[in-house]
């Protein structure tokens, strides 16, 4: 009977042993593997920064929408493209009355424009059309037509 309680006791002290064993080789190999994954998600921040720097530089360039928004005294977005025909309309956001005045030449010459009011100007001639607001200058914009 002892000697059986012996080797029951052996038994179990081994398979303890080989647990204990296992689970170090178990949490290094996690260590292994988690080792790797950190540089992995370096890598990929780095490119989708590297993605996401010249995805802003273009937006702040020019958009391809019809629609500019004037708020807090600037159009938003200020430079946009559009392909010839196209019908582009600024709404004033602000309370304050904006004006779409070409700076020269045949372009936009809108009223001016009350909080809510819109003013669409059809770009029927191919080239680059600057305009700006009558009483603010400084807001200005600009709309490509291809
Ligand atoms: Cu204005």
């Avoid at 995805?55 to 004037?70: A, C, M």
């Amino acid at each position: 009977m002892r000697k059986a309680v012996i080797a029951v006791v052996v038994l179990i002290v081994i398979l303890a042993g080989a647990a204990y064993w296992l689970t170090n080789m178990n949490k290094s190999n996690n260590n292994t593997t988690n080792t790797p994954a950190p540089t992995n998600m370096e890598t990929d921040k780095d490119m989708d920064g590297d993605e996401v720097t010249p995805t802003d530089e273009s937006n702040s360039q020019t958009q391809k929408t019809n629609e500019v928004t004037i708020q807090n005294f600037a159009f938003s977005p200020a430079n946009i493209t559009v392909k010839k025909g196209t019908k582009v309309t600024w709404t004033n956001q602000d309370s304050v009355g904006h004006t779409v005045t070409a700076d020269s030449g045949d372009g936009p010459n809108s009223q001016l424009l009350n909080q809510g009011q819109s003013y669409t100007f059809t770009f029927d001639t191919v080239g680059t059309f600057k305009y700006h607001c009558q009483p603010h200058p400084k807001m200005t914009g600009t709309v490509v037509v291809e």
